[in-house]
Nanobody, 125 residues
């Protein structure tokens, strides 16, 4: 199983980026995918998720209304569209895959079985 995160970069406040997570070795039909981020000196936090159990998408309050998670099963890829970026969004972003994660557990990194290598997002003028 491999997850490959890409699409990070340097962007000005208010700008947009789209992150991609290419998945191999598992089917997006049967695995929950989450995006997490880790800023320097901080613990890893959940950002957004697509739940395998109910098919719904979920977002951390800090990104709700600005970020959108989606997936393309044909391309085995999950996306995170990030708009109206703020300096506090600066972090390394990771995608992760987990099986049978209840909704109340989506934001716990320990619930996920596989992780990508991370892609760095810097929001700065």
């Amino acid at each position: 199983v491999q997850l490959q995160a890409s699409g990070g970069g340097l962007v000005q406040p208010g700008g947009s980026l789209r992150l991609s997570c290419a998945v191999s070795g598992i089917s997006l039909d049967y695995w929950t995918i989450g995006w997490f981020r880790q800023a320097p000196g901080k613990s890893r936090e959940g950002v957004s998720y697509i739940s395998r159990l109910d098919g719904n998408t979920y977002y951390a309050d800090s990104v709700k209304g600005r970020f959108t998670i989606s997936k393309d099963n044909a391309k085995d890829t999950v996306y995170l569209q990030m708009n109206s970026l703020k300096s506090e969004d600066t972090a390394v972003y990771y995608c992760a895959a987990g099986s049978d994660i209840p909704v109340y557990g989506l934001h716990y990194p320990s619930r996920y079985d596989y992780w990508g290598q991370g892609t760095e997002v810097t929001v700065s003028s």
